[in-house]
């Protein structure tokens, strides 16, 4: 027994099989798409530059401004400490045990801690 579209109540949708048809732009329309795209990429390298950071990217123990002693605020981790202020060439892990360590610590400590930094 063969089912049928209408057997099922199923909808059939019929695609158009006929040649496709494009249509060339004016060169008015040629000319404001190209402005556009040139806007879409300049604001995609300006985005680029900004996400980046550029020089000032480098954390603060890399440009020697690195303060000696800070205060951990809430919601703040060690982990972000390491990011801020270790060197590029250190590991996070490495610069939150040295805190830990420096710092006669054997968890991570409560907001308003004054931490001295390695």
Do not use: C
């Amino acid at each position: 027994m063969a089912t049928t579209a209408r057997d099922l109540d199923a909808v059939v949708y019929r695609f158009p099989t006929g040649p496709v048809v494009r249509r060339r732009l004016s060169g008015a329309a040629q000319r404001v798409g190209r402005r556009v795209g040139t806007w879409i990429l300049l604001l995609a390298v300006v985005a680029a530059v900004l996400l980046a950071g550029g020089p000032e990217a480098q954390t603060p123990a890399a440009t020697g401004e690195a303060p000696k002693k800070v205060v951990l605020h809430a919601g703040e981790t060690l982990w972000g400490l390491a990011e801020r202020y270790a060197p590029a060439s250190t590991d996070p892990r490495a610069y939150v045990d040295a805190l830990l360590e420096l710092n006669g610590l054997a968890a991570p400590p409560p907001p308003g801690t004054r931490l001295r930094l390695p």
